[in-house]
Protein backbone atom coordinates (compact mmCIF):
# COMPACT_ATOMS: atom_id res chain seq x y z
CA UNK A 1 0.00 0.00 0.00
CA UNK A 2 0.30 3.50 -0.05
CA UNK A 3 0.45 6.92 1.07
CA UNK A 4 -0.40 10.21 0.75
CA UNK A 5 1.15 12.93 3.18
CA UNK A 6 -0.56 16.65 3.09
CA UNK A 7 1.83 19.53 4.80
CA UNK A 8 0.59 21.26 6.48
CA UNK A 9 -2.62 20.18 8.36
CA UNK A 10 -3.81 23.29 9.54
CA UNK A 11 -2.57 26.61 7.66
CA UNK A 12 -3.42 30.27 8.72
CA UNK A 13 -2.35 33.13 6.65
CA UNK A 14 -3.16 36.54 6.70
CA UNK A 15 -5.56 38.58 3.56
CA UNK A 16 -3.14 39.02 0.79
CA UNK A 17 -0.47 36.92 2.00
CA UNK A 18 0.73 34.04 -0.41
CA UNK A 19 0.19 30.32 1.08
CA UNK A 20 2.06 26.92 -0.46
CA UNK A 21 0.50 23.95 0.22
CA UNK A 22 2.47 20.56 -0.16
CA UNK A 23 1.62 16.74 -1.56
CA UNK A 24 3.56 13.62 -1.40
CA UNK A 25 2.42 10.39 -2.06
CA UNK A 26 4.34 7.41 -2.70
CA UNK A 27 2.11 5.32 -4.84
CA UNK A 28 4.25 5.92 -7.51
CA UNK A 29 1.12 6.87 -9.36
CA UNK A 30 1.31 9.27 -12.25
CA UNK A 31 -1.63 11.36 -11.80
CA UNK A 32 -1.91 13.78 -9.18
CA UNK A 33 -5.30 16.53 -8.23
CA UNK A 34 -6.02 19.48 -6.16
CA UNK A 35 -9.51 19.67 -4.86
CA UNK A 36 -10.92 22.28 -2.75
CA UNK A 37 -13.86 20.98 -0.29
CA UNK A 38 -15.83 23.40 1.19
CA UNK A 39 -18.85 22.78 3.77
CA UNK A 40 -21.99 21.77 1.50
CA UNK A 41 -20.36 22.18 -2.18
CA UNK A 42 -18.67 19.27 -2.49
CA UNK A 43 -14.99 19.32 -3.82
CA UNK A 44 -14.09 21.21 -6.85
CA UNK A 45 -10.92 20.59 -8.49
CA UNK A 46 -8.20 23.23 -8.92
CA UNK A 47 -5.76 21.72 -10.81
CA UNK A 48 -4.67 18.19 -11.65
CA UNK A 49 -0.90 17.09 -13.55
CA UNK A 50 -0.78 13.80 -15.77
CA UNK A 51 2.76 13.64 -15.05
CA UNK A 52 6.01 15.48 -13.78
CA UNK A 53 6.00 19.24 -15.20
CA UNK A 54 2.69 18.75 -16.68
CA UNK A 55 -0.26 20.95 -15.45
CA UNK A 56 -3.89 21.14 -15.99
CA UNK A 57 -6.69 23.87 -14.81
CA UNK A 58 -9.56 22.46 -13.27
CA UNK A 59 -12.73 24.32 -12.49
CA UNK A 60 -11.43 26.94 -9.52
CA UNK A 61 -7.91 27.62 -10.66
CA UNK A 62 -8.37 31.65 -10.73
CA UNK A 63 -6.08 32.38 -7.36
CA UNK A 64 -3.87 29.71 -7.34
CA UNK A 65 -0.56 28.17 -8.82
CA UNK A 66 0.24 24.66 -8.64
CA UNK A 67 3.55 23.02 -9.29
CA UNK A 68 4.46 19.50 -10.11
CA UNK A 69 8.10 19.39 -9.54
CA UNK A 70 8.53 15.66 -9.52
CA UNK A 71 6.45 12.44 -9.76
CA UNK A 72 5.71 12.01 -5.99
CA UNK A 73 5.08 15.66 -5.26
CA UNK A 74 2.90 18.60 -5.89
CA UNK A 75 2.15 21.95 -4.38
CA UNK A 76 -0.28 24.18 -4.44
CA UNK A 77 0.22 28.04 -4.06
CA UNK A 78 -3.01 30.74 -3.10
CA UNK A 79 -1.40 33.63 -4.80
CA UNK A 80 -3.22 36.16 -2.66
CA UNK A 81 -5.16 34.51 0.07
CA UNK A 82 -8.83 35.86 0.98
CA UNK A 83 -11.65 34.87 3.51
CA UNK A 84 -13.71 33.63 1.23
CA UNK A 85 -11.70 30.74 -0.02
CA UNK A 86 -11.03 29.21 3.72
CA UNK A 87 -11.63 25.41 3.25
CA UNK A 88 -10.44 21.92 3.84
CA UNK A 89 -8.12 21.56 0.45
CA UNK A 90 -7.33 17.75 -0.69
CA UNK A 91 -4.67 16.07 -2.71
CA UNK A 92 -5.15 12.99 -4.55
CA UNK A 93 -3.25 10.67 -6.86
CA UNK A 94 -4.32 7.99 -9.26
CA UNK A 95 -2.39 5.31 -11.56
CA UNK A 96 -2.32 6.35 -15.45
CA UNK A 97 -5.34 5.47 -16.87
CA UNK A 98 -7.50 4.73 -14.27
CA UNK A 99 -9.85 7.43 -12.50
CA UNK A 100 -10.20 5.37 -8.64
CA UNK A 101 -8.38 8.00 -7.18
CA UNK A 102 -6.66 8.44 -3.30
CA UNK A 103 -7.21 11.19 -1.11
CA UNK A 104 -4.46 12.78 1.35
CA UNK A 105 -5.95 13.91 4.97
CA UNK A 106 -6.27 17.14 3.68
CA UNK A 107 -4.89 20.97 4.76
CA UNK A 108 -7.42 22.88 6.53
CA UNK A 109 -7.09 26.78 5.29
CA UNK A 110 -7.81 29.61 7.53
CA UNK A 111 -7.42 33.43 6.44
CA UNK A 112 -7.41 35.93 9.19
CA UNK B 1 -19.76 19.28 -19.52
CA UNK B 2 -21.05 16.33 -17.07
CA UNK B 3 -22.87 17.70 -13.91
CA UNK B 4 -24.06 15.58 -10.80
CA UNK B 5 -26.50 16.38 -8.05
CA UNK B 6 -26.53 14.85 -4.80
CA UNK B 7 -29.58 14.48 -2.74
CA UNK B 8 -30.80 14.69 -0.16
CA UNK B 9 -27.40 17.08 1.51
CA UNK B 10 -28.54 15.73 5.27
CA UNK B 11 -30.24 12.67 6.56
CA UNK B 12 -31.30 11.23 10.16
CA UNK B 13 -32.02 7.96 10.84
CA UNK B 14 -32.18 5.60 13.65
CA UNK B 15 -29.78 2.55 14.17
CA UNK B 16 -31.48 -0.68 11.95
CA UNK B 17 -33.01 2.05 9.70
CA UNK B 18 -32.25 2.45 5.72
CA UNK B 19 -30.09 5.29 4.48
CA UNK B 20 -30.86 6.13 0.83
CA UNK B 21 -28.89 8.72 -1.03
CA UNK B 22 -28.94 9.42 -5.05
CA UNK B 23 -26.99 11.10 -7.50
CA UNK B 24 -28.30 11.74 -10.66
CA UNK B 25 -25.84 12.63 -13.95
CA UNK B 26 -25.69 13.83 -17.21
CA UNK B 27 -23.17 12.43 -19.56
CA UNK B 28 -25.39 9.00 -20.71
CA UNK B 29 -21.46 7.83 -21.61
CA UNK B 30 -20.22 7.28 -18.39
CA UNK B 31 -19.15 3.91 -17.83
CA UNK B 32 -18.12 4.18 -13.96
CA UNK B 33 -19.15 5.22 -10.83
CA UNK B 34 -17.86 6.13 -7.12
CA UNK B 35 -19.12 6.29 -4.10
CA UNK B 36 -16.68 8.02 -1.36
CA UNK B 37 -16.87 7.91 2.51
CA UNK B 38 -16.05 10.41 4.51
CA UNK B 39 -15.72 10.01 8.69
CA UNK B 40 -15.55 13.40 10.60
CA UNK B 41 -12.10 14.45 10.50
CA UNK B 42 -11.19 12.21 8.01
CA UNK B 43 -9.94 12.26 4.42
CA UNK B 44 -12.02 10.57 1.69
CA UNK B 45 -12.21 6.47 1.55
CA UNK B 46 -13.76 4.59 -1.71
CA UNK B 47 -16.67 2.93 -0.76
CA UNK B 48 -17.33 1.27 -4.07
CA UNK B 49 -16.22 1.03 -8.06
CA UNK B 50 -19.15 0.81 -9.81
CA UNK B 51 -19.55 -0.17 -13.76
CA UNK B 52 -22.38 0.70 -15.60
CA UNK B 53 -22.76 -3.16 -17.29
CA UNK B 54 -23.86 -3.76 -13.57
CA UNK B 55 -26.94 -2.81 -12.02
CA UNK B 56 -26.97 -4.00 -8.69
CA UNK B 57 -23.62 -3.73 -6.42
CA UNK B 58 -23.35 -5.47 -3.08
CA UNK B 59 -21.31 -4.06 -0.36
CA UNK B 60 -21.05 -4.82 3.31
CA UNK B 61 -23.91 -2.89 4.45
CA UNK B 62 -24.50 -1.43 1.68
CA UNK B 63 -26.19 -1.45 -2.05
CA UNK B 64 -25.63 0.46 -4.92
CA UNK B 65 -28.19 0.77 -7.59
CA UNK B 66 -27.22 2.36 -11.15
CA UNK B 67 -30.34 2.85 -13.13
CA UNK B 68 -28.77 3.44 -16.72
CA UNK B 69 -32.16 5.04 -18.14
CA UNK B 70 -32.52 7.60 -15.60
CA UNK B 71 -28.59 8.23 -15.39
CA UNK B 72 -29.44 7.91 -11.48
CA UNK B 73 -26.58 6.02 -9.30
CA UNK B 74 -28.14 5.04 -5.39
CA UNK B 75 -26.28 4.21 -2.17
CA UNK B 76 -28.30 2.16 -0.10
CA UNK B 77 -27.13 1.81 3.52
CA UNK B 78 -29.37 -1.02 5.11
CA UNK B 79 -29.33 -1.42 8.72
CA UNK B 80 -27.43 1.35 9.14
CA UNK B 81 -25.44 1.64 12.32
CA UNK B 82 -23.44 4.26 14.37
CA UNK B 83 -20.56 3.75 12.49
CA UNK B 84 -22.24 4.52 9.42
CA UNK B 85 -22.27 8.40 10.19
CA UNK B 86 -20.26 10.23 7.68
CA UNK B 87 -20.12 12.22 4.29
CA UNK B 88 -20.99 10.15 1.77
CA UNK B 89 -19.92 11.55 -1.56
CA UNK B 90 -20.93 10.00 -5.65
CA UNK B 91 -18.13 10.54 -8.27
CA UNK B 92 -18.84 10.64 -12.25
CA UNK B 93 -15.41 10.40 -14.54
CA UNK B 94 -15.31 13.82 -16.05
CA UNK B 95 -15.08 13.66 -20.08
CA UNK B 96 -12.24 12.22 -21.30
CA UNK B 97 -12.02 10.23 -17.55
CA UNK B 98 -8.90 11.80 -16.39
CA UNK B 99 -10.49 13.46 -13.36
CA UNK B 100 -13.89 12.86 -11.48
CA UNK B 101 -16.94 15.32 -11.13
CA UNK B 102 -17.66 15.05 -7.56
CA UNK B 103 -21.83 15.31 -5.72
CA UNK B 104 -22.17 18.03 -2.79
CA UNK B 105 -22.16 15.18 -0.36
CA UNK B 106 -24.82 13.58 2.23
CA UNK B 107 -24.23 13.63 5.57
CA UNK B 108 -25.58 10.73 7.23
CA UNK B 109 -25.95 10.74 11.35
CA UNK B 110 -27.08 7.28 12.30
CA UNK B 111 -28.66 8.10 16.73
CA UNK B 112 -28.73 4.25 18.83
Known amino acids: GGIITQTPKFLIGQEGQKLTLKCQQNFNHDTMYWYRQDSGKGLRLIYY???????QKGDLSEGYDASREKKSSFSLTVTSAQKNEMAVFLC???????????FGPGTRLTVL | GEQVEQRPPHLSVREGDSAFITCTYTDPNSYYFFWYKQEPGASLQLLMK?????EINEGQGFTVLLNKKDKRLSLNLTAAHPGDSAAYFC???????????FGTGTTVSVSP
Open chain 2, 91 to 101: AVPRGGGRALI
Open chain 1, 49 to 55: SITENDL
Open chain 2, 50 to 54: VFSST
Open chain 1, 92 to 102: ASSMRGEAEQF
